[in-house]
């Protein structure tokens, strides 16, 4: 026993043994202790909102024509699809704010028939139109079907570019300064003094999906049976963006 206990592998063998044994069945002790090395960088990540109003409204409208030959129908759109660029320009609607988004020319069939054979053809035109004053939305929506739109999707609404960026710049402020008072709270709780930033980048996601103005259900009854003149209520919408600081520590 002498021996066993005097040979050096003897003794370091039965060291690791106690330990294992007061590793299970001693005293539990801290042993994970966090630390912040010094150059590592602080990162914090705080959102900023900006409420704003819509103040642009755009409609969809479609000019669709059927016949038995395909030239009387295309024809029959593009006559009333300057008629109608012609009414809103009226309207004091820009030429840029009327953009064309779909054009398409469909065989109709006659499937009973041996061999199925082209009875004729459905063309169809649709526009996109952006109106910046919203006392114009239902003038636009008159002069339309006047002029022979058909199709009428909703009205919805959006932000102008320079209003969504200003709207914007105010979410990065609010952001920014968040950030900031939450760095310097969090250097002074941990006892480290910050350094210059080193990095900060932004995440941001601001399609807006406002609720539409449905207006199909009146189209194709009549210019007569449209509203006298619908309450235009663009409601509110948030732009928001996320920004992330990086902080030296010295």
Request: net charge negative; hydrophobic share 40%; no cysteine.
């Amino acid at each position: 026993m002498r021996n066993f206990i005097s040979n050096p592998i003897s003794t370091i063998l039965i060291f690791f043994i106690l330990l294992f044994v007061y590793s299970l069945l001693g005293p539990r002790l801290p042993i994970s202790i966090l630390t912040q090395q010094k150059g590592e960088p602080l990162i914090v990540t705080e959102e900023g909102t900006a409420t704003i109003t819509p103040d642009v409204a755009k409609i969809t409208v479609g000019i669709e024509e059927s016949g038995s030959v395909l030239k009387t129908a295309q024809d029959s759109v593009s006559r009333k699809s300057k008629e109608l660029i012609a009414q809103l320009k009226k309207l004091d609607i820009a030429e840029k704010d009327i953009k064309t988004t779909g054009y398409s020319v469909y065989p109709e069939y006659d499937y009973n028939a041996e061999p199925i054979n082209i009875t004729g053809y459905r063309v169809s035109t649709n526009y996109l139109i952006t109106i910046r004053d919203f006392e114009k939305v239902n003038d636009a929506l008159v002069v339309a079907t006047q002029a022979g739109a058909n199709v009428v999707g909703n009205v919805s609404f959006d932000l102008a570019d320079d209003t969504r960026e200003e709207a914007l710049q105010k979410a990065r402020e609010e952001a920014v300064d968040k950030a900031k008072a939450k760095a310097k709270s969090l250097a002074s709780a941990a006892g480290i003094s910050l350094g210059k930033i080193i990095n900060i980048s932004e995440a941001s996601n601001n399609n807006l999906t406002p609720s539409p103005l449905y207006a199909r259900d009146a189209i194709g009854l009549g210019v007569a049976e449209l509203p006298v003149q619908p309450e235009i209520q663009p409601g509110e919408t948030e732009i928001t963006t996320s920004i992330t600081i990086s902080w030296e520590i010295k």
